[in-house]
């Protein structure tokens, strides 16, 4: 009897020290969500001192509470594990628009070897789901290419609002075209030792995109150094880009970092360069593979995220005259 007594408290002793054991190598359940995130983004080659290429962009965009998720998304959370794996689930919506521009915009016919003009007017929807190591998201973006997506309307009052003359070559931009684009992304939090007694931490990434805009597969990762690292992924951008997150879970009532990354993409396909998918258009001869290089810094307080990014991207099309430069500013808030 006592033999027995010995050999089940063995057992029960060896399950408890695998279960801690497994507590110890697995990453903590994440933290259930109860806010949600607004977040507004604007990008501007302005920041970079020209007025070309991707010339401007803004994005809203709403990420939602992980908890008290609507009925059909609770079902659906439970059948996830497969394509995003485990974590909080979050649903997002966003709106944006991208206008892009050649390097000459005073002339009403502009180079055939130059980028052609173009907008993108487009509405997102999107899940995600988060441990405190993973992220996965995915996205379907739905929208329109040309003249519906007041590229001028928007880049021209903008320059009469602040004075600078008018760009006078849209009439030649991309013409109408739906737009539909379906994205993956997959992120991994990595910590690194203490430096300086502050929080350091890598943040490998990697994208797939399909679509008649921009069809893609892309590699990355951000270095990042401060403290509060645990409160976000780093601060969202306006695709293609090293892409954070919209959302903000922050522990503490301020945090900090600075942050520089690097990011490569295949390019399949981009609408903006390749031209309108159905129709004749203006285009150029893509580069097949593009990088970006970034820099930046955020300040979280209070509930709030306040961060500003300086991009440097590759030559995209051969008869570029070099990289770009522009910069992008983001406000995200929690309620």
């Not at 907008?119 to 995915?138: V, W």
């Not at 609002?161 to 006078?168: A, E």
């Not at 203490?194 to 270095?223: C, D, K, M, R, W």
């Not at 360069?273 to 990088?291: A, F, M, P, Y």
Request: proline share 6%.
């Amino acid at each position: 009897m006592s033999l027995r007594l010995i050999i089940l408290a063995g057992c029960f002793a060896t399950v408890s020290w695998s279960g801690a054991t497994s507590q110890e190598i697995n990453p903590a359940a994440p933290t259930p969500d109860p806010k949600g995130t607004f977040s507004f983004s604007i990008e501007n080659d302005m920041f970079g001192g020209s007025d070309r290429y991707y010339t401007n962009g803004f994005l809203f965009a709403y990420r939602s509470p992980s908890t008290d998720l609507p009925r059909p998304l609770e079902r659906l959370d439970d059948h996830l594990n497969w394509a995003l794996g485990a974590g909080n689930l979050r649903w997002g919506l966003a709106f944006g628009q991208s206008l892009y521009t050649p390097q000459d915009t005073q002339t009403s016919q502009p180079d055939l070897r130059d980028r052609p003009y173009a907008a993108y007017l487009y509405g997102a929807l999107s899940i995600s789901r988060t441990t405190p190591t993973t992220s996965n998201l995915l996205e379907l973006q739905a929208g329109v290419i040309g003249p519906s997506a007041l590229g001028e309307f928007v880049q021209n009052n903008y320059h009469d609002l602040i004075n600078i003359p008018q760009t006078n070559g849209w009439n030649s931009q991309l013409k109408d075209e739906p737009a539909l684009t379906a994205l993956y992304e997959r992120k991994w939090r990595i910590p690194l030792p203490h430096l300086a007694g502050q929080q350091a931490e890598i943040i490998p990434s990697a994208t797939l995109s399909l679509g008649n805009v921009q069809t893609y597969a892309g590699v990355g990762g951000v270095f990042r150094f401060g403290q509060g690292l645990d409160a976000d992924f780093g601060p969202p951008r306006i695709r293609p880009a090293l892409a954070g997150s919209t959302w903000i879970q922050p522990e503490q009532e301020f945090g900090w970092y600075i942050f520089a990354g690097l990011d490569g993409r295949a390019m399949a396909r981009d609408v903006f360069l390749d031209g309108n998918t159905w129709r004749e258009s203006r285009s150029v001869d893509k580069r097949i593979l593009v990088g970006d290089a970034q820099a930046g810094v955020a300040v979280l307080w209070r509930g709030m995220r306040f961060a500003y990014t300086q991009v440097w991207r590759s030559e995209e099309f051969y008869g570029q005259k070099g990289l770009q430069s522009f910069g992008s500013l983001n406000v995200s808030v929690r309620f």
